[in-house]
């Protein structure tokens, strides 16, 4: 059997698992660039010509493209060569510990806020306000916004690692959201593009927040998940439960939300600095830059 055979049978395991489609379009597009580099049937690759392949990809990859590879090329033998390749000698790069640029509260208010179409506002607004992934938001249908009921909640299904949740809304979002409502009428999903019962596109949610940022002069480097940061770094400086939050944001674990967020609260940090008997630094006139 080909390798091209071999990867459309994986292709259908990973399916048939329930995958993520992101996941598994990744996972095939690594085991074919794999496969036209070393020009061999998979049952006869070894391991050290995997590990050299793994040595050899462009220092300016990323460095999660590089596990992307390492994953799925073990996952691969895994399933379909019935073989384990010992993990030492599948050279991984260090994960480093990613932080992202945080919009303050302030500024927040004012990308959502000074964005006068009421669509794009609510986009925004929504995305922050429930710490939502961008999949998240624009996949979510009518059907899951809850807003007449005794506790008004959004339903968010086939989330990140297929979890199902539900998010307390707030009265703003409320407010806002119908105010949207009435205005466009959506038929099918809660924010819909020009065509009819179609999503809203990724790219464009990207385009309405670099417009505001720009339009505000904010200089920070803001991807729209950092809307999402942003969001769970203010509910824990005011003092949510982190827990709470970890349920809120679709963690399967607790420790995943410390691990995320706890870096980007300094102010927790509080360390006692040995006293120095030195008065040459007078401090009344110190800069701080």
């Given at each position: 059997?080909?390798?091209?055979?071999?990867?459309?049978?994986?292709?259908?395991?990973?399916?048939?698992?329930?995958?993520?489609?992101?996941?598994?379009?990744?996972?095939?597009?690594?085991?074919?660039?794999?496969?036209?580099?070393?020009?061999?049937?998979?049952?006869?690759?070894?391991?050290?010509?995997?590990?050299?392949?793994?040595?050899?990809?462009?220092?300016?990859?990323?460095?999660?493209?590089?596990?992307?590879?390492?994953?799925?090329?073990?996952?691969?033998?895994?399933?379909?060569?019935?073989?384990?390749?010992?993990?030492?000698?599948?050279?991984?790069?260090?994960?480093?510990?990613?932080?992202?640029?945080?919009?303050?509260?302030?500024?927040?208010?004012?990308?959502?806020?000074s964005t006068k179409n009421l669509k794009h506002r609510a986009i925004l607004f929504t995305l922050y306000d429930n710490g939502?992934?961008?999949?998240?938001?624009?996949?979510?249908?009518?059907?899951?916004?809850?807003?007449?009921?005794?506790?008004?909640?959004?339903?968010?299904?086939?989330?990140?690692?297929?979890?199902?949740?539900?998010?307390?809304?707030?009265?703003?979002?409320?407010?806002?959201?119908?105010?949207?409502?009435?205005?466009?009428?959506?038929?099918?999903?809660?924010?819909?593009?020009?065509?009819?019962?179609?999503?809203?596109?990724?790219?464009?949610?990207?385009?309405?927040?670099?417009?505001?940022?720009?339009?505000?002069?904010?200089?920070?480097?803001?991807?729209?998940?950092?809307?999402?940061?942003?969001?769970?770094?203010?509910?824990?400086?005011?003092?949510?439960?982190?827990?709470?939050?970890?349920?809120?944001?679709?963690?399967?674990?607790?420790?995943?939300?410390?691990?995320?967020?706890?870096?980007?609260?300094?102010?927790?940090?509080?360390?006692?600095?040995?006293?120095?008997?030195?008065?040459?630094?007078?401090?009344?006139?110190?800069?701080?830059?």
């Amino acid at each position: 059997m080909r390798n091209t055979e071999k990867i459309d049978l994986f292709v259908r395991w990973m399916e048939a698992k329930n995958m993520a489609h992101s996941t598994v379009k990744i996972y095939r597009h690594c085991l074919l660039r794999f496969f036209n580099s070393i020009q061999k049937d998979s049952g006869r690759i070894s391991q050290q010509e995997i590990q050299d392949y793994i040595t050899r990809i462009p220092k300016h990859y990323s460095d999660s493209y590089r596990n992307q590879v390492v994953n799925s090329i073990r996952l691969y033998f895994i399933i379909s060569e019935h073989k384990k390749l010992h993990p030492v000698n599948l050279p991984r790069p260090k994960r480093e510990v990613f932080i992202p640029d945080i919009l303050t509260v302030d500024e927040m208010e004012r990308v959502i806020f000074s964005t006068k179409n009421l669509k794009h506002r609510a986009i925004l607004f929504t995305l922050y306000d429930n710490g939502l992934r961008r999949s998240e938001l624009l996949n979510m249908r009518l059907m899951d916004v809850r807003t007449h009921c005794s506790n008004p909640h959004l339903i968010i299904r086939n989330a990140k690692h297929h979890n199902a949740r539900t998010i307390p809304l707030s009265l703003r979002c409320i407010e806002l959201l119908k105010q949207y409502y009435r205005a466009y009428r959506p038929q099918t999903y809660l924010f819909e593009s020009d065509s009819e019962n179609t999503p809203y596109s990724a790219t464009s949610v990207r385009n309405i927040l670099e417009n505001a940022l720009k339009r505000e002069g904010i200089k920070k480097h803001i991807r729209v998940h950092d809307l999402r940061h942003s969001f769970a770094t203010h509910c824990l400086a005011g003092e949510t439960n982190i827990k709470h939050l970890s349920k809120v944001l679709g963690h399967r674990n607790v420790k995943t939300t410390e691990n995320y967020y706890e870096h980007l609260r300094p102010e927790e940090l509080v360390i006692k600095r040995p006293q120095q008997q030195s008065d040459n630094i007078p401090v009344r006139h110190l800069k701080v830059v």
